[in-house]
């Protein structure tokens, strides 16, 4: 008990004296909250929790990622991003405060300060995002007690811009996937190449794939009992990298079969040139013979959408074409839900406003009595009221 009182009256002392240029910066409004930190790390000391309350940020940022990988199930390149937004938080606040970050002592004040030199250079949906993995990373702390609340929870997130995806035209679409095989193309890949591309193409848009899953794809993914070549009228296809690493079965169209039975009897050839190794089990090889990663497919198929003319075509869009298409097909949201992998139905329907979009556009240009021409005819009606077909007698 003494302890404790010496200990408080330490406390005071350092808030008379002041307790060093950083918190000098804050002003001496803020003195109070610190005190109130400082008397909680006193009650962790006294009930023993005082190893986990005076590790570094970064111990703490390893043990999250642990937490993370192992109990969470998440994925790599989830585990990725929480740690990139950990660490730019620790470099912001440094560069603000003049020292690191203590977990103990952040405060929705430090949240708020962090969010406000994001502005700057993040979009709504990026700073929505730091904030989740400030939220969640504080959540782990105060379920071990580290912390005593999480200084994230109060902060409202930015007002996100509720931007449509776009999603392709039919005929655009096909266009796109004849570019990697036309012989026209002006890249000098090889046959393999070119015989690949069509196929990561055309399952991204027979499948709506997010790049990560196709580039994720293994040969055994293919269900290998059913896969018997082109004449084969359905195939499904394992997704087992999906978004939190859930799996689920789509199927494959007709054009996705037939691209992929092409391409994987070139795939041999796609190995490196010295060592003549092959990647054994990935589906999409780069030409030295190991596994596609996503910048590649990024990369080659923005060559294809400058030669094809096709604007803003995008991986990612062709997975928007895929759920749109299906809509304006009369398939249920339900459905569309289960091949995209969307874990709320929520998500999903946004494409019910897209198809709505197209249905309109259709219906104005192609029906005599759309608005767009109904204010035509009337125009032409004001401008000659007596016209004909117009009774001039009383009625």
């Not at 307790?19 to 000391?45: C, M, P, V, W």
């Not at 010295?274 to 054994?280: D, F, G, L, Y």
């Not at 080659?300 to 809509?327: I, K, N």
């Not at 029906?367 to 000659?384: F, I, K, L, W, Y």
Request: proline content about 4%; hydrophobic content about 35%.
């Amino acid at each position: 008990m003494l302890s404790i009182f010496y200990a408080l009256f330490y406390i005071l002392l350092n808030l008379i004296h002041g307790t060093g240029a950083a918190d000098h910066k804050r002003g001496s409004s803020n003195a109070g909250r610190y005190f109130l930190q400082d008397i909680q790390e006193l009650a962790r000391h006294q009930a023993g929790l005082l190893p986990l309350a005076s590790m570094s940020w970064d111990e703490h940022c390893r043990a999250f990622v642990q937490h993370l990988e192992v109990e969470r199930g998440y994925s790599p390149r989830t585990i990725a991003a929480y740690s990139r937004d950990l660490r730019e938080f620790a470099k912001l606040y440094e560069a603000r405060e003049d020292k690191s970050p203590k977990a103990t002592r952040i405060d929705d004040f430090d949240v708020r300060a962090h969010l406000a030199e994001l502005y700057d250079t993040n979009q709504a949906s990026s700073i929505s995002r730091k904030l989740s993995s400030l939220r969640t990373f504080f959540r782990f702390l105060l379920a071990r007690g580290v912390v005593d609340l999480n200084p994230a929870a109060g902060v409202r997130s930015p007002k996100r811009n509720k931007s449509l995806p776009r999603a392709l035209d039919v005929d655009d679409v096909n266009r796109l996937m004849e570019i990697p095989t036309a012989e026209t193309g002006k890249d000098a890949d090889s046959p393999a190449l070119k015989l690949r591309d069509r196929a990561i193409l055309e399952v991204l848009y027979g499948a709506g794939l997010r790049i990560s899953e196709c580039c994720g794809l293994d040969l055994l993914d293919i269900d290998r009992e059913r896969y018997s070549g082109r004449k084969l009228k359905q195939v499904v296809m394992r997704i087992r990298h999906g978004k939190g690493n859930k799996e689920r079965i789509v199927p494959l169209g007709s054009k996705a079969i037939e691209a992929l039975h092409v391409y994987l009897e070139e795939r041999p050839r796609l190995r490196d040139a010295r060592t003549k190794e092959q990647h054994a089990t990935a589906l999409f090889l780069n030409y030295k013979g190991g596994r596609l990663t996503p910048r590649s497919v990024q990369r080659h198929m923005g060559r294809y959408v400058v030669e094809a003319g096709v604007p803003d075509a995008t991986p990612h869009g062709l997975r928007h074409s895929f759920a749109t298409h299906l809509l304006d097909g009369g398939v249920d949201l339900r459905s569309i839900q289960e091949m995209l992998g969307h874990a709320s139905l929520a998500s999903t329907q946004v494409y019910t406003k897209v198809s709505l979009d197209h249905i309109m556009g259709v219906y104005d240009a192609a029906h005599p009595h759309a608005q767009s021409r109904g204010m035509t005819a009337a125009s032409g009606d004001e401008q000659n009221p007596s016209g004909c077909g117009t009774n001039s007698g009383d009625d």
